[in-house]
């Protein structure tokens, strides 16, 4: 299994494995250089370092603006 690598500044489709629903976010970072997972439209953002990404599907949009 290869290992997911999320660029920053880019917007992706993304989607836990087990649902059917597809969501768009957003990889940001801060002064500190860490990534942060933003749902666009949902709740606060979750640092990238923490999560499973295993876990979800994703594939890279342009801007959705």
């Known amino acids: 299994?290869?290992?997911?690598?999320?660029?920053?500044?880019k917007y992706y489709?993304?989607?836990q494995k087990h649902e059917r629903i597809w969501r768009i976010c957003y990889i940001g970072q801060d002064s500190d250089e860490r990534q942060?997972?933003?749902l666009l439209g949902c709740g606060p953002a979750v640092?990238?370092?923490?999560?499973d990404l295993s876990?979800?599907?994703?594939l890279e949009i342009p801007f959705p603006g």
């Open 47 to 51: 640092e990238v370092s923490q999560m």
């Open 36 to 38: 942060w997972y933003h």
């Open 13 to 15: 489709w993304c989607r």
């Open 1 to 9: 299994m290869s290992k997911v690598i999320l660029e920053t500044g």
């Open 55 to 58: 876990y979800f599907d994703w």
